[in-house]
């Protein structure tokens, strides 16, 4: 202690000779929630820029390299530079072309015949995951009620438009998990975001899930142009609507749940998966006398149908472990 108001802290030197800190440079101290003390040497909050360099030679097999790239985009750097001892393959530029439309902020800026450099344009602070997952839950419930739809209506096209849609729903939660990876390497980018890890987590989990139900919109998308409406008959066909609208309804409810901190309407969508399991054995006892071809695709369907309910309840738990950081548990 200094005077009568102010204390002095003593730094390790190897961290001030890391960061190349020089006799009276400002240094930040943030409080973190548990008490502890941050100190950093960016006082303004500035993004951190991170490249991650690959070099095709290493990795030639396109599928890889497109991994490769996803990877890189989901761990958060800001910039990815792929070069080359010769020219870049052509095989490898309709990768990075398909990457690009495949993920949110990444852009080509510089390009030579051995090199390519792209950068994220996109600031954090305009796509906040919590409006990134909403627009998940929409596009996903469109895509439930869609994959049916196309299904009690031997709609071809609307299948496919179902299966297209997945990729939006992974553009959204890549982006979710690259937004996560950074908050948790860039502590000023937290508090930029009016949100801390704690509370970023639960949101991510809950993407991950909704990745998972889109998914199997597009398995029963799939299943859907297997038959026709014809061969299910009005009565099976009745059976999966209605599990259906009790599937999507428990997915509605418990990402309601999720954003408006509810507990008591997320542990009720938790109980209400016993009685779509009953409905999916009635269902799955007619499947039986019917044929293989038909009654193959139609499981695949109903149990897709299960797993979204599943998943939602998934969704309700989480709602529960999210509202439980805070204080208050009679919500």
């Given at each position: 202690m200094?005077?009568?108001?102010?204390?002095v802290?003593?730094?390790p030197?190897t961290?001030i000779?890391?960061?190349?800190?020089?006799?009276?440079?400002?240094?930040?101290i943030?409080?973190?929630?548990?008490g502890?003390?941050?100190?950093t040497?960016?006082?303004?909050?500035?993004?951190i820029h991170?490249i991650?360099?690959i070099?095709?030679?290493?990795y030639?097999?396109?599928?890889?390299?497109?991994r490769?790239?996803?990877?890189?985009?989901i761990?958060g750097?800001?910039?990815?530079r792929?070069s080359?001892?010769e020219r870049?393959?052509g095989?490898?530029r309709?990768?990075l072309?398909?990457f690009?439309?495949?993920?949110?902020?990444?852009?080509?800026?510089?390009?030579?015949?051995q090199?390519?450099?792209?950068?994220?344009l996109l600031?954090?602070?305009e796509?906040p995951?919590?409006?990134?997952?909403?627009?998940?839950?929409?596009?996903?419930?469109?895509?439930?009620?869609?994959?049916i739809?196309?299904?009690?209506?031997?709609?071809?096209d609307?299948?496919?438009d179902?299966?297209?849609?997945?990729?939006?729903?992974?553009?959204?939660f890549w982006?979710?998990?690259r937004?996560?990876?950074m908050?948790?390497?860039?502590?000023?980018?937290?508090?930029?975001?009016n949100?801390?890890?704690?509370q970023?987590?639960?949101h991510?989990?809950?993407?991950?899930?909704?990745?998972?139900v889109?998914?199997h919109?597009?398995?029963?998308?799939?299943?859907?142009?297997?038959i026709?409406s014809s061969?299910?008959?009005?009565?099976?066909?009745s059976?999966v609507?209605h599990?259906?609208?009790?599937?999507?309804?428990?997915?509605?409810?418990?990402?309601?749940?999720f954003?408006?901190?509810?507990m008591k309407?997320a542990?009720?969508?938790?109980?209400?998966?016993?009685?779509?399991?009953?409905?999916?054995?009635?269902?799955?006892d007619?499947i039986?006398?019917l044929?293989?071809t038909?009654?193959v695709p139609i499981?695949?369907?109903?149990?897709?149908i299960?797993?979204?309910?599943?998943?939602?309840?998934?969704?309700?738990e989480?709602a529960?472990?999210?509202?439980?950081?805070?204080e208050?548990?009679?919500?």
């Amino acid at each position: 202690m200094t005077g009568g108001s102010s204390y002095v802290i003593t730094l390790p030197k190897t961290w001030i000779e890391s960061l190349n800190v020089k006799k009276n440079d400002p240094l930040g101290i943030l409080v973190q929630p548990d008490g502890t003390l941050l100190v950093t040497k960016n006082i303004a909050g500035d993004q951190i820029h991170r490249i991650k360099e690959i070099h095709v030679d290493q990795y030639t097999e396109p599928d890889f390299f497109l991994r490769l790239l996803i990877g890189a985009y989901i761990a958060g750097y800001n910039a990815i530079r792929i070069s080359t001892k010769e020219r870049i393959p052509g095989q490898i530029r309709v990768k990075l072309r398909e990457f690009s439309s495949m993920v949110i902020g990444p852009e080509c800026v510089e390009e030579t015949d051995q090199s390519i450099l792209m950068k994220d344009l996109l600031n954090p602070l305009e796509m906040p995951f919590e409006n990134s997952l909403k627009r998940m839950f929409v596009i996903v419930k469109g895509m439930h009620h869609d994959a049916i739809e196309a299904l009690l209506k031997d709609d071809a096209d609307l299948a496919e438009d179902v299966i297209d849609r997945d990729n939006d729903v992974d553009r959204l939660f890549w982006l979710i998990a690259r937004q996560t990876n950074m908050i948790m390497q860039n502590i000023h980018l937290s508090r930029k975001m009016n949100t801390s890890i704690s509370q970023m987590l639960p949101h991510y989990q809950v993407g991950r899930i909704m990745e998972r139900v889109g998914d199997h919109c597009v398995r029963m998308a799939h299943n859907a142009e297997k038959i026709r409406s014809s061969d299910l008959g009005t009565e099976l066909s009745s059976r999966v609507l209605h599990a259906s609208d009790e599937a999507i309804q428990v997915f509605e409810k418990s990402v309601e749940a999720f954003f408006t901190h509810d507990m008591k309407k997320a542990n009720r969508m938790i109980e209400s998966i016993h009685h779509l399991e009953k409905n999916y054995a009635l269902i799955n006892d007619e499947i039986l006398i019917l044929p293989t071809t038909i009654a193959v695709p139609i499981r695949n369907i109903t149990d897709s149908i299960r797993r979204t309910g599943e998943y939602s309840a998934d969704i309700a738990e989480n709602a529960i472990n999210y509202e439980m950081l805070g204080e208050d548990p009679e919500k």
